[in-house]
């Protein structure tokens, strides 16, 4: 049993390095989990995270739920503008302007949406959110699977957030569960990405684009 030890001492050590700030993100997330569209707290902006597109750059079925959560609560005035942000990395696969033409298409005015080009993972969404376009009140738009992880790092960026999550039933199930399976190494990044103070991708200088849309709306 000695010798056994300082083995068992650490396999425990690797299980609370890795396990546990993934249960730190996750249960940090939750506190701040709206039950339904009625208990969303009324914010100044709404985040949307990119989701992928169609083959024909459509958002994709994901990411179309997560816009018509952000379409509804503008329609309802609880939000008075809407940031989309996504990856643009290459010019054949642009997240934010298939987001923003969506959004016109359904009703919101181009002069509410505000579109950010880098927001390539949570963390860089959610830092460039609080740094660049100066958001620091906001309502979080995801798959619930997501969104614990996404109202962490927003948290973690200086955002003072509430989520709402859309559905993630698919038609692929076993999808589905790789998605979900997905969150626990995203998790641990999360954790390590706030702790290091990672700086996102493409950082850039501050923007006015949000409070500029604000002002505009008449938001108060």
């Not at 990119?50 to 994901?62: E, I, N, R």
């Not at 991708?201 to 709306?217: H, I, K, M, N």
């Amino acid at each position: 049993m000695k010798l056994r030890s300082p083995w068992l001492w650490a396999l425990a050590a690797v299980l609370a390095a890795t396990v546990g700030p993934m249960i730190w993100v996750q249960a940090i997330g939750q506190r701040e989990v709206a039950p339904n569209r009625q208990a969303v707290r009324r914010a100044p902006v709404a985040i949307v995270f990119g989701a992928g597109l169609k083959p024909g750059g459509a958002p994709s079925v994901y990411l179309a739920r997560r816009l018509e959560a952000a379409r509804s609560l503008y329609a309802a005035g609880e939000v008075g503008v809407i940031l989309v942000s996504g990856d643009n990395g290459t010019p054949a696969h642009d997240e934010p302007t298939a987001m923003r033409d969506w959004l016109v298409s359904h009703g919101v005015p181009d002069a509410a949406i505000v579109r950010d080009f880098a927001g390539f993972d949570t963390h860089d969404t959610c830092v460039r959110a609080h740094d660049v376009f100066g958001v620091d009140d906001a309502v979080l738009l995801t798959q619930d699977y997501h969104l614990r992880r996404a109202l962490f790092s927003c948290e973690a960026a200086g955002v003072r957030a509430t989520g709402l999550g859309v559905s993630s039933s698919s038609v692929s199930p076993m999808q589905a569960f790789v998605w979900r399976l997905r969150e626990l190494p995203a998790s641990w990044k999360a954790w390590w990405d706030a702790t290091t103070g990672r700086t996102p991708r493409f950082d850039g200088p501050p923007e006015t684009a949000v409070s500029d849309a604000l002002r505009q709306s008449g938001w108060t």
